[in-house]
């Protein structure tokens, strides 16, 4: 029997190099790239209504909104990594000419179909990681229901669900609060 070859491994400045140049977006996980498959409409609508209403709340704050256009960067002791979350916020954020942030103190997934298992397996534990991390959001895309992480004071994370059109998501971590209404806004639930 022949052992398979393990695939060259992509140093990080050539992904972050690609990625400026490339169409398609790619996370990236411990040397190898993942092309990324384009969200429905519906699901880049809840991404959207998160940032408008984020970015209302937090105008004239120290932390702001930053869309999936911008990566997160993870850092393993043995590893890195790079997910493209569909919004996050950044209280501390990288020198305005990088391509990622390090230090999110929000993170939101627009839960889909295609990315459902990596997003609440690979992705959540990922994320958990990172430091400065106050909130993980995941939403559901056809019903007004929110699966949030909420970091606790001994450094775990506490799951709260929020579900309705008439609740309201506390935020004090970054002085704002996102209410379902707003998040699911002209999406057609």
Same mark, same amino acid.
């Given at each position: 029997?022949? &052992? ?5 491994s992509?140093p990080?400045?050539? @992904?972050?190099? *690609?990625?400026?140049?490339?169409d398609?977006k790619?996370e990236y %996980? ?8 384009? *969200?429905?409409?519906?699901?880049? &609508?809840i991404?959207?209504?998160?940032l ?6 937090l105008?004239?704050?120290?932390c702001r ?10 850092? @393993?002791p043995?590893?890195?990594?790079? @997910?493209?979350?569909? &919004? ?6 990288? &020198? ?7 230090h999110?103190?929000?993170v939101?997934e627009? !839960?889909?179909e295609?990315t459902?298992?990596?997003? !609440? *397996?690979?992705k959540?534990?990922a994320? %958990?990681t990172i430091?400065s991390?106050?909130? !993980? ?5 056809d ?5 949030l ?11 709260d669900?929020?579900? *309705?059109?008439?609740?309201?998501i506390?935020l004090?971590e970054?002085e704002?609060?996102?209410? %379902? ?9």
């Amino acid at each position: 029997m022949t &052992a398979l070859e393990k695939p060259n491994s992509i140093p990080i400045a050539e @992904y972050l190099a *690609g990625e400026e140049l490339s169409d398609v977006k790619h996370e990236y %996980l411990e040397g190898t790239i993942h092309a990324m498959a384009g *969200g429905s409409n519906q699901h880049n &609508a809840i991404a959207v209504n998160a940032l408008l209403s984020l970015g209302a709340k937090l105008r004239g704050k120290s932390c702001r909104p930053f869309n999936s256009d911008t990566k997160v960067r993870i850092e @393993y002791p043995d590893h890195t990594r790079f @997910y493209y979350p569909d &919004a996050m916020v950044v209280c501390h954020p990288n &020198a305005p000419t990088d391509h990622f942030q390090d230090h999110p103190a929000v993170v939101i997934e627009v !839960l889909s179909e295609s990315t459902r298992r990596t997003d !609440l *397996g690979e992705k959540r534990d990922a994320y %958990l990681t990172i430091p400065s991390l106050k909130v !993980l959001i995941f939403v559901e895309p056809d019903s007004p229901y929110v699966v949030l992480h909420r970091r606790k004071a001994d450094g775990g994370f506490a799951v709260d669900y929020y579900s *309705g059109l008439d609740t309201t998501i506390p935020l004090p971590e970054i002085e704002a609060e996102l209410p %379902l209404s707003e998040l699911y806004e002209q999406v057609g639930i």
